[in-house]
């Protein structure tokens, strides 16, 4: 299960998650399939937690402004990523 637990880096675009259930051994997995995801992200090790990961955002012009930006991107990233692990298992 995929966790949104917050954002961070330059104004806030960097949007952090945490997967505490997926075992680590599937990392070089996930990392490869979130190579293909429209927006960088990639997988960070933060020690005990399973896998921590950062999904940096480029919104354009007037996007930034727009609450609607980053819950709509925390939505579609989180259907996408449930999709990556229903197909690693």
């Known amino acids: 299960m995929l966790e949104f637990v917050g954002s961070f880096g330059e104004d806030g675009f ?4 945490a997967d505490l259930v997926s075992p ?8 490869a399939k ?3 995801y429209k927006e960088e992200a990639h997988v960070v090790d933060k020690g ?5 990961i950062v999904l940096k955002l ?12 980053i819950s709509r991107h925390i939505n579609e990233f989180t259907e996408f990523y449930h999709e990556v692990i229903r197909e690693i298992k």
């Open 14 to 17: 960097e949007l952090n998650f």
């Open 24 to 31: 680590k051994d599937w990392k070089d997995e996930i990392e």
């Open 58 to 69: 480029n919104p354009l012009d007037g996007e930034e402004d727009d609450i609607r930006y």
């Open 34 to 36: 979130l190579a293909t």
């Open 48 to 52: 005990r937690l399973n896998l921590f």
